[in-house]
């Protein structure tokens, strides 16, 4: 009677976690999101598992193989790509498998924004340019709070990490320079990263709408926006030898 919602990062096979891995391995049934989870995990799994790609499954028709698995006995993994907690749309899910009296664990994963990251090598938090990073994506056919709009977060001057809204590149430059972001600031977007045919794109607000639609990026890409990308930064204190903290005594 207990359900686990795996993270199962953000493409390649081995940045699933080893917790993740091990309930792969042990399933019975494996709901996975074949649109994006990459298939080559499901090899892992034993030989009598049901395998279910919801890609074109309704709520209401994984809540039927989850209800009915679990009350079985069967170990079920809900395999989502990335993090679950980001975009996710685990919430629902959860909610009605508690109604029926599962149990349920995350399963945490490695997230396509801290993939991005590591393929720019990059670091969101760069002292004396930002400590804040925002996650957030633009409205499209669904829509965000009017006060979460691009333009009002941006107006922070915060690093910027966009999900799934790479589509709405026009939009999401507007947006930004409404925000009274310079032309100039510089802009990554990172398709499929860690994916055999990932893809980055370096540019800046005036220029990336185009570098984008030239490399035909249309979706599962991030947009990376902000000073933290080839800034220049100062020093930590952590590693300062002036620093003193719980665990070295500065000079």
């Known amino acids: 009677m207990k359900v686990y919602i795996v993270g199962a990062g953000p493409g390649a096979v081995d940045l699933i976690t080893i917790r993740g891995l091990e309930l792969l391995k042990r399933a019975d049934v494996v709901i996975y999101a074949g649109s994006l989870v ?60 508690e ?81 009274n972001l310079p032309p100039d600031t510089p802009v990554a977007v990172v398709q499929r990263v860690t994916w055999p045919d990932e893809k980055i794109v370096k540019g800046n607000l005036s220029n990336i709408a185009a570098l984008v639609k030239e490399a035909k990026i249309t979706k599962t890409a991030l947009v990376l926006v902000g000073k933290f990308l080839n800034a220049e930064f100062d020093r930590s204190l952590l590693y300062h030898p002036n620093f003193s903290h719980a665990f ?4």
């Open 38 to 97: 990459n298939p080559e995990l499901l090899n892992y799994c034993k030989e009598n598992v049901k395998i279910y790609d919801s890609a074109g499954m309704t709520l209401e028709e994984i809540n039927k193989v989850v209800f009915q698995s679990a009350s079985a006995g069967q170990l079920v993994v809900r395999l989502h790509t990335g993090d679950p907690s980001m975009y996710g749309a685990i919430q629902e899910q959860i909610k009605a498998w």
């Open 99 to 179: 109604e029926k009296g599962l149990e349920v664990e995350i399963v945490p994963g490695v997230s396509s924004v801290f993939a991005a990251a590591a393929a720019l090598k990059e670091e969101f938090t760069k002292p004396g340019v930002t400590q804040t990073l925002i996650l957030t994506r633009v409205g499209g056919k669904t829509p965000v709070p009017e006060k979460e709009r691009l333009a009002n977060l941006a107006s922070h001057g915060a690093s910027l990490a966009i999900f799934l809204s790479v589509h709405l590149i026009d939009q999401i430059v507007t947006e930004l320079l409404e925000a």
């Open 248 to 251: 070295r005594e500065g000079s």
